[in-house]
């Protein structure tokens, strides 16, 4: 009997073998897989129970701040509602859904300082508490931004050139960050700053004469023929009003915005001159932006909308009405923010970011966001060339609206046609001229004769005079 | 190789050392410190864990423990002077684990429920040494006890299910688990039916390298196997159906040391156990969840695979170390809803994973693995052949108990919601399993008593 019961007790070690076995290969062998697992809610959970760090403005006003939920979890709520939805985004910690700087800065916001107690025995507290994000946006020029788009669709954004510090994002319409879902209708998905594809029209034309120039096969006075109308690709181009001017130079060209002058240039650079400068602008690459990449998209030639890029190479690009903002291009007015920050920067395209410092619950910086350079797009010389052109635009050219008293504004209108008489209006621009601390880059989507002259210049000029204003 | 090592730890009876003297007594009283350290620190650890703040009631359950588990040797010490000494300790240390768990995991209200029936069951411990001082007196009474406990065995049936299974009675206020009691009974009546038949059985014609035993003295087995189909038919319970089956089948195999026996047992078991679970939808679904934990629509199908897929999820959260005592999920933060049902019972294991990890949970297994090894010892040391097999019956069954919800858990086999032994929350269990350790110490004392040493009366 004796030998039977040890053999049965050996049995009992091989059940006991597998039991350990198998709680191995939950807890170690397995595990990454079932914390992956889509039913696996333990994360999500254990994140309610986290107190998220606020996200600031640059003058401290909060953005983004957690409150009680009840039971030890939090919910995020934000006090400024819909004038930073877009920009700061939405975190709905129940639902485990988030966008926006809220979802991007989601590890720094949620970071929970181990401590080597805590590594043993595990947090003593029940909760914790994330890190605060502090933006380089500035609430009073938001609302400034607001108001003068007063209701209608359109987009805003304000870059310090020499950082990249981006000073206002706002887009109409616009969801409220505290009901993200009560929002409805185009524009209402995306943050249309980062996401929108708007034809940019003239405005582009600051990006084919950085060519000209920069290349050396064009100077301010090349003298081109502007005459109206134009055979491009097979199908007359018409000027504004149609409208012949004759051989003028590329500044005048510039200055009226004289689309035949400018298909001409395009298509004399060629194919491979436009996509390289294209390129250092930013063009044909996910915005380097400081916000979830699914959420922003690339500028560029596309056959429509959402639809994939195409190459300037590809023989289906109508190269002389892309080099006027025409034909199948389709950009974000992040992207025409960059294209002036970078003549404004003198040349050199620095990276925009919405973050400016991570700061921990005891007020030590733990990541503090150095400016970075992007592309060294120009030579500073062909840049000051840009720039006093630019600032003959506003002072006797298409963007006279901007030339406020005491402003000292740049800049280049488009006004891209969409259908019939409904335009997209532009201005991109800079300010004071002779040495720019401010870049902007306002869009109107859909108005009726909608010159961006008349429409976005004006909002463009009285942001940069506030924010100039503060600056000082 | 680990049948030797197996052997090598619950020994030979003839090799067999005794102690002079105290018998471990004394190691036996030293063995329940560390019962209660770990009583004062978990308990401590809650405290800290859930209020930032130390009490001194950690000190004083600690205190009111240790003095329990002195009386307890004192008890055994006059009444079991020649017992194992380590089966004691190691069950005070069981016990104080599962109070720290159900203290961390239900709170305070129920953690003094429990204690309360640790007392019950240290009286019911004592009371069944007092009583059956002479365990074989328990043979008179076998077929008393083999109807009593069947009756307690079907006696869920005509109560409402829990979960789908059969496995609790629920009389207004007051639950109980009468198959805790039921696995005590049959093990006793088993063992004592096959000191009388086992020669009979094991007697048997060779057929084709098999040993089968007289047609007529198939009966008991075949009954056993009913026995098993029948629990699996009117309880529904997969788990208890192994754990009881299991357990007989081991004392049939010391008792005939026939492994064809086993063989031809484990067989009919699976072919039935196959052919009930296809066609009762309790047990199929079951084995579902077994199967797919982390199909979508069932896991959120009502008695679908929630429980078991998310006591994975807590097992993963573990890892190598564990998440931290009293750091479990339990309930859906800022709620009373339910994440892991069940946490304090049938899923103590996860719980247990996820706080201690595998380190921990593999310890907790070590220690009940020794317990059982005690008892295998007892049962070897054993000088007759009704105490060998009631104390192989008593130690298998307590291992397959375990098994059956570890293996649940862990996703082993199908998950039943038997308890885990002297961890789990629940009266039924810590009283029949008091019983249980008793009649082990009974038959340990009696076993490595001293020829001519005792004052018993020797009968038989």
């Known amino acids: 009997m004796n030998g039977s019961i040890s053999r049965l007790f050996a049995v009992v070690l091989l059940l006991f073998g597998l039991l350990i076995v198998w709680t191995s290969r939950w807890t170690v062998i397995d595990a990454a897989g079932l914390q992956h697992d889509r039913l696996n809610k333990l994360s999500l959970y254990a994140s309610w129970q986290v107190k998220e760090g606020q996200i600031l403005a640059d003058n401290g006003d909060v953005l983004a701040r957690s409150v009680p939920a009840g039971g030890g979890t939090w919910r995020r709520t934000y006090p400024m509602g819909s004038l930073f939805g877009d920009a700061v985004g939405f975190e709905n910690i129940e639902l485990g859904q988030n966008a926006g700087l809220e979802q991007f800065r989601l590890p720094a916001l949620t970071a929970t300082q181990q401590t080597t107690l805590g590594a043993v025995f595990g947090p003593i507290s029940s909760s914790s508490v994330g890190n605060d994000v502090y933006t380089s946006l500035d609430p009073t020029a938001q609302a400034l931004a607001r108001t003068l788009l007063d209701g209608r669709v359109g987009n805003v954004v304000a870059i310090v050139p020499q950082t990249g510090a981006i000073q206002v994002m706002y887009s109409n319409p616009n969801y409220n960050s505290n009901d993200p879902f009560g929002c409805h209708g185009a524009g209402c998905e995306v943050p249309s700053a980062v996401a929108g594809e708007y034809p940019p029209g003239s405005t582009f034309k600051v990006v084919t004469t950085t060519a000209a120039l920069n290349s050396g096969m064009y100077n301010p006075q090349s003298t081109i023929v502007g005459n109206s109308p134009l055979e491009v690709s097979g199908i007359p181009l018409h000027n504004d009003g149609n409208q012949s001017w004759g051989p003028v130079s590329l500044t005048t060209a510039l200055v009226n915005s004289i689309n035949t002058v400018y298909a001409q240039v395009g298509q004399n650079l060629g194919r491979a001159t436009m996509a390289k400068y294209m390129a250092r602008f930013g063009f044909y690459s996910e915005p380097p932006l400081d916000y979830p990449d699914e959420e922003m998209i690339a500028s560029g030639e596309r056959s429509s909308a959402g639809a994939p890029l195409q190459p300037v190479s590809s023989t289906y690009v109508d190269l002389g009405r892309m080099s006027i903002g025409q034909g199948n291009l389709l950009v974000t007015p992040l992207q025409m923010a960059m294209v002036v920050s970078a003549v404004a920067d003198d040349g050199t395209l620095m990276r925009p970011h919405l973050t400016s410092k991570v700061v921990n619950p005891d007020g030590q910086v733990v990541e503090a966001i150095t400016p970075t350079v992007y592309a060294h797009v120009m030579s500073p010389a062909v840049a000051h060339e840009l720039q006093s052109m630019m600032t003959q635009v506003v002072e006797e050219g298409t963007g006279q609206a901007a030339n406020l008293d005491g402003l000292d504004a740049a800049g280049k209108t488009g006004t891209a046609t969409t259908v019939g008489d409904i335009d997209d209006a532009w201005f991109i621009g800079f300010a004071p001229a002779t040495a720019p601390r401010i870049a902007v880059a306002v869009e109107l989507t859909h108005i009726a004769n909608g010159y961006g002259g008349v429409y976005a210049a004006p909002i463009a000029a009285q942001l940069m005079k506030l924010l100039l204003s503060e600056d000082l | ?460």
């Open chain 2, 1 to 460: 190789m680990i049948w030797s090592w197996a052997r090598s730890v619950v020994g030979r009876g003839a090799r067999a050392v005794r102690e002079p003297r105290s018998y471990g007594r004394n190691r036996e009283l030293f063995g329940l410190l560390p019962a209660s350290l770990l009583l004062t620190a978990g308990l401590a650890a809650v405290f800290v864990q859930r209020s930032n703040s130390l009490s001194d009631a950690s000190l004083i359950y600690g205190a009111i423990f240790l003095g329990l588990c002195v009386l307890g040797h004192l008890f055994i010490r006059v009444t079991l002077p020649h017992a194992d000494p380590y089966i004691f300790p190691l069950v005070a240390v069981l016990a104080c684990f599962g109070l720290v768990m159900v203290f961390s995991i239900y709170g305070a209200t129920f953690a003094r429920q429990q204690a309360q029936w640790f007392v019950l069951g240290l009286v019911l411990f004592v009371g069944t040494i007092l009583v059956f001082r002479d365990y074989r007196k328990l043979e008179q009474y076998r077929y008393l006890i083999v109807i009593a406990s069947l009756a307690l065995l079907v006696l869920p049936r005509f109560f409402a299910p829990v979960n789908g299974a059969y496995l609790a009675v629920s009389v207004g206020p007051v639950s109980f688990q009468p198959t805790e009691f039921a696995k005590v009974g049959l093990v006793i009546f088993l063992a004592s039916y096959l000191r009388d038949t086992r020669q009979l059985l094991a007697s048997g014609r060779r057929i084709m390298g098999i040993n089968l035993p007289p047609l007529k003295h198939l009966g008991p087995l075949l009954l056993l196997w009913g026995m098993a189909m029948v629990i699996l038919l009117l309880l529904h319970s997969i788990g208890s159906s192994i754990m009881f089956y299991g357990g007989l089948l081991a004392i049939l195999y010391v008792a005939t040391s026939r492994v064809s026996f086993v063989v031809v047992g484990l067989l009919a078991f699976a072919v039935g156990a196959w052919y009930l679970s296809t066609h009762i939808a309790h047990i199929d679904s079951r084995v579902l969840a077994w199967e797919h934990p982390f199909n979508g629509t069932l896991y959120n199908e009502p008695g679908g695979s929630f429980q078991l897929a998310n006591a994975q999820f807590s097992m993963a959260q573990g890892g190598l170390f564990g998440s931290g005592f009293g750091r479990a999920l339990l309930t859906v933060p800022g709620t009373h809803a339910a994440y892991l049902p069940a946490p304090g019972t049938d899923m103590v294991y996860a719980v247990i994973t996820d706080e201690l990890g595998l380190f921990g949970a593999a310890a907790l297994l070590c220690v009940y693995l020794v317990l059982i090894a005690r008892g295998f010892k007892a049962a070897i040391l054993a000088r007759d052949s009704f105490s060998k097999l009631l104390a192989t019956g008593l130690s298998a069954i307590l291992a397959l108990q375990i098994f059956v919800i570890v293996g649940g858990v862990t996703r082993v086999i199908p998950l039943t919601g038997v308890t885990l032994p002297f961890i789990s929350y629940g009266g039924s269990s810590i009283l029949a399993n008091f019983v249980l350790v008793a009649l082990l110490l009974m038959v340990s004392d009696r076993a490595r008593r001293p020829a001519g040493a005792t004052v018993s009366l020797e009968h038989a």
